[in-house]
């Protein structure tokens, strides 16, 4: 069975200098959630495009269910439902207008009152699209991507600006697709939304996959499970004092910022008490100390030096 | 989330309806139409500014009753007399003579008071000062001389009588209304392709169309398909303001009228996709709309004949596509033309419209 998205050395240089994507392949099978990870300028939209037939690759391989873009276009776009990350629908159509619209588009769309009912916006469905909140509006460009049943569904930074409660229900939406059958792949910067929704994903940087596979194994990839931060007095940050810290037990990889010393390690309860240790004798005061689960972020950081959410 | 991977990756929910082969199209018809609708200014540029247009210039240019002449006369030695003369002549019902002082008199002359200053020239007769430039001054000259000449006792060599004539068909309004007609069907035509279209590009939603099914060609007929609809109201309302308002007689068909609006239209659709075509601001689409409107508003004939131009540049006038329209509009429902006799003038239509189209079709952007 062909995969759901497939490329292959997938390029693309905007005017001949951008290199906005550089060699990326991708195989995404049916029934998964994919997300695509990475800072702003990554290079997510470009490929999601791409991939979506809306953009032509500089070089490169798209298959969609086994299919090329270059034949079958209209067949392929039946069976795919795009959000894009900037699109402003019009403002004087109602929000059943639009999306009994987008569903005249397909052969064999699903009713609009049963997209309404899935994205809670039934009580919104006599209202100018104008009028809703930012919300409201992604809600309703997920459900015209959804109205024409697709098997696939492109989404570009679909929570992007909402507030957490719109966020996790746009999630339920999106596990729900999932759940009958459907086939996810979405871009984002947040986190949290790649851990909890995503099957797989791949971490991009500056149009290049730097790290693919499940949450649990990208975290894995780091070393340690947990990290524990800490700050102390005197100059727990320079050269030496890192060396001291790496040394202890139990310790994957300790990263230095602003003061705070991050340490991924395998089991806390190890590394905690030599590391008290090793700050009395080095002199300085604990100021404080936290561990936590290691995340993606730190997955990010350890691998780019950079965190995802600056620039 | 493993679950997923054990369902197959097909639909599982059974699709609501099937659509079939017009449904795209008649929807983004639909909707063109509604968004038209809710957009107050739209209806007004394009329905009621040409109303206005119509019924203000209509009302400027009316064909007034009988002239009257308004006549300073100076005070002094024998200018009673013109006076007298003036109230015995046949024409005393259309000159207004009022005596004045010279100053006042020369002052209401050139405020447009008075058309034609009469005094005497001290050897028995009267002096004429008018304006040449002024045609009400140059026909009011005329008329006192012969009012006056003919009180005095002449003879007219020849007898002559005249008919008056105000017929609907010869009037300004009859002009006006297929000249505005024909400006309408291309104003709406350039601006409502042309922005909508590059609205719709800055909106990134022709790439979200783009992104389903959607056939493009559906598209680029809906949008001729709305103008259509909307043309025949545009002609529609033209037309009967006209008759209601200014008993304009249409004379030619209504099919006629219809057919040759419609290639008007859709022609004008095409030069507005061209100039949309790559368009990714409005402000840029905006001025080039403007650029390719201003020669034809000028030499097209919608206001006036473009019969005064120099002959020179008259073929470059009749090749412009509202001159086409114009001329085929005003063959037709002032004369009763039929279409075959405006051929020529359809073919012009068609080649500026086809071109175009065939034109933005290579170029357009979806995205
Ligand atoms: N049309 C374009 N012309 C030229 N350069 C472009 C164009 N679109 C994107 N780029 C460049 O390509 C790179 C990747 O852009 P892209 O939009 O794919 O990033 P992204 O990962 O989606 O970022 P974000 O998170 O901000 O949406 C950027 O450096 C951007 O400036
Ligand atoms: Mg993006």
Known sequence: MPAAIECLDLRKTYDGKVEAVRGLNLRIEGGECFGLLGPNGAGKTTTIEILEGLLDPTSGEVTILGHTWRKNQREVREWLGVSLQETRLSEKLTVRETIDLFASFYREPRSADHVLDDLQLGEKA?????????????????????????????????????????????????????????????TTHYMDEAERLCDRLAIVDHGEIIAEGTPSELIERLGGHH???????????????????????????VRHDNGLVSLTVREPHLTIPPLLDAVAKHGSQLLHLTTRQASLEDVFVNLTGRHLREQ | ?????????????????????????????????????????????????????ALGLGIAFRNKPADVTFVAIVQGSGTQDALSLIERSPQKSSIHAELLDKPAALKGFRLGKYDLVVESDGKGGFQYLYDPARPESVLSRAEVDDALQVAAGRKNPLPTSSVISNEPGSRYIDFLIPGLIGMNLMNSG???????????????????????????????????????????????????????????RVVGSLLSILILSAIGAVG????????????????????????????????????????????????????????????????????????????????????????????????????
């Open chain 2, 268 to 367: 004008f659709a095409g030069l507005g996709l061209l100039t949309a075509s790559r368009a990714q601001k409005i402000e840029s689409v905006s001025g080039l709309i403007n650029l390719i409107m201003m020669p034809m508003w000028i030499f097209s004939g919608v206001f006036f004949s473009y019969e005064r131009f120099p002959s020179v540049i008259q073929p470059f006038i009749k090749a412009l596509p509202l001159t086409a329209l114009n001329d085929a509009l005003r063959a037709t429902i002032l004369e009763g033309a039929p279409l075959a006799t405006q051929a020529g003038r359809l073919l012009i239509l068609v080649l500026w419209g086809g071109i175009s189209f065939l034109l933005a079709l290579r170029w357009f952007r979806w995205t």
């Open chain 2, 1 to 53: 989330m493993s679950l997923a991977q054990e369902t197959p990756a097909t639909p599982a929910r059974p699709p609501a309806r099937r659509n079939g082969r017009w449904s795209a199209f008649t929807h983004l018809v639909v909707v063109r139409m509604k968004e038209l609708k809710r957009e107050p200014e739209v209806v007004f540029w394009v329905f009621g500014f040409p109303l206005l247009l």
């Open chain 2, 190 to 248: 350039m601006w409502s392709i042309g922005f909508a279209l590059v609205d719709m590009r800055q909106r990134k939603l022709l790439k979200r169309f783009v992104a389903t099914p959607m056939r493009r060609s559906d598209f680029l007929l809906a949008l001729a398909g709305g103008r259509l609809v909307l043309m025949i109201a545009e002609v529609g309302l033209l037309l009967g303001f006209g008759a209601l308002v200014f008993h304009i």
């Open chain 1, 126 to 186: 006599d209202a100018f699209v104008g009028k809703l909140s930012g919300g409201q509006r992604q809600r309703l460009a997920v459900a015209t991507a959804l109205v024409g049943n697709p098997r696939i569904l492109f989404l570009d930074e679909p929570t992007t600006g909402l507030d957490p409660q719109s966020r996790r229900q746009l999630w339920d939406i999106i596990r729900s697709f999932q759940r009958n059958g459907g086939t996810v792949l979405l």
């Open chain 1, 227 to 253: 990290v524990v931060e800490f700050e102390a007095s005197g100059n727990s940050g320079d050269g030496s004092a890192l060396n001291a810290w790496r040394a202890l037990p139990g310790v994957e990889s």
